[in-house]
């Protein structure tokens, strides 16, 4: 019988040979990540920040946020306490922490809407828009670090 008319179906089921153009692609992918040697580019890094410090204003900055309007609200003496816990270097370093968030989580929501509305989105543009967030996110925290202490 003439190989050349089977089909591949039947020359794969009959063990025979395949042409190479009829066998299946080989995957070129990793079978293994190493995580913590791949290179995220910078507006990788921005979309990641962007979610870590969302994140963290949930989970944080939202309770310590209502428990200090709670504090300021309920009496005097407890508007007085939460002024003295405030003046700790522990709790200062926390609301710097919170207004690093806050401030780049805006800041990158800002780059994010732009990207959106397709303003900025070639390569250099996005990479552009990227350093530009996390310099004045940067620069804003310590603006405020300086006003903070």
Not at 44 to 60: K, M, T
Not at 65 to 94: D, I, Y
């Amino acid at each position: 019988m003439n190989t050349n008319t089977r089909s591949s179906a039947d020359r794969a089921a009959a063990g025979g040979p395949m042409a190479s153009s009829e066998r299946p692609a080989l995957s070129r992918r990793p079978v293994y990540l190493d995580l913590l040697r791949i290179r995220l580019p910078l507006p990788g890094i921005i979309s990641f920040l962007h979610r870590i410090s969302g994140a963290l204003l949930f989970v944080v900055g939202i309770p310590l946020l209502l428990a200090g309007v709670g504090m300021t609200l309920a009496s005097p003496e407890s508007f007085a306490e939460l002024r003295n816990a405030v003046s700790h270097p522990l709790a200062k370093l926390t609301l710097l922490g919170l207004a690093w968030a806050y401030i780049h989580h805006f800041c990158a929501g800002i780059r994010f809407l732009l990207l959106d509305m397709h303003k900025g989105i070639d390569l250099p543009g996005a990479r552009r828009s990227s350093v530009v967030v996390l310099v004045v996110s940067l620069a804003l925290t310590v603006v405020v670090g300086a006003r903070l202490w």
